[in-house]
């Protein structure tokens, strides 16, 4: 539930009033014990975007560091009236897609799969969801990196509309745009996963005639 902020006189979450406090500590104190604070509290989201976004474990843990480093450094740029949440995942998003892109001559990883505990169907079942995440992770791993950042940002952290906008600073209109559209790519290279190697090459031939 929203509370007012004495400070700012505007409505904010509970959360972004701790963040804010713990922000402004960093700011003032040498020793940065509120970074580390900030650090235990968004370590875990931050290192699920990460993964999502670049599929390499170690690139993502490399990742992490940069983001909290940039972010040490950055504070001082942090406008205090703004979430803190957004500006760190969007710290976190770019530190991704940076070291992504310096890795891409070695040739692109699908995002990471994430184990699932069987469910009551049984293996068969579960040998069923293992070959659709599969396909989920060859179609992700094929979008752009804007897409794929928005996407997982959207529905594996489960940003809302308004964080979005903050996040890539744009109004919520562009990003139910840009969603869709992601969302429109996302769904073609689902289709290209399915139809697999022998789809892609009927559709080749069909193109060529």
């Known amino acids: 539930m929203p509370v007012m902020d004495p400070t700012k006189g505007k409505a904010g979450t509970a959360a972004d009033l701790e963040d804010a ?29 990460l993964l999502r976004l670049t599929g390499d474990r170690d690139l993502a843990e490399d990742a992490l560091q940069e983001t909290f480093v940039l972010v040490q450094r950055g504070l001082h740029r942090y406008d205090p009236d703004r979430p803190f949440r957004p500006w760190l995942l969007a710290v976190a998003r770019n530190a991704g897609l940076n070291a992504l892109r310096a890795r891409r001559k070695e040739g692109p990883p699908l995002p990471a799969e994430e184990e699932l505990p069987a469910g009551p169907g049984g293996v068969q079942d579960e040998a069923s969801r293992r070959e659709a995440r599969g396909r989920a992770r060859a179609a992700l791993g094929r979008l752009p990196d804007e897409s794929r950042a928005l996407l997982v940002q959207r529905h594996a952290l489960g940003q809302t509309l308004d964080e979005l906008a903050e996040s890539w600073s744009c109004s919520e209109r562009t990003i139910r745009n840009r969603l869709q559209r992601a969302g429109e790519e996302l769904a073609r290279a689902l289709l290209e996963a399915r139809r697999g190697p022998a789809g892609a090459t009927e559709q080749q031939k069909a193109g060529g005639a």
């Not at 003032?28 to 989201?45: C, G, K």
């Open 21 to 49: 406090a713990l922000v402004a500590r960093a700011r003032r104190e040498p020793e940065r014990p509120a970074l580390q604070a900030l650090y235990q509290r968004y370590e875990r989201e931050v290192y699920r975007l």
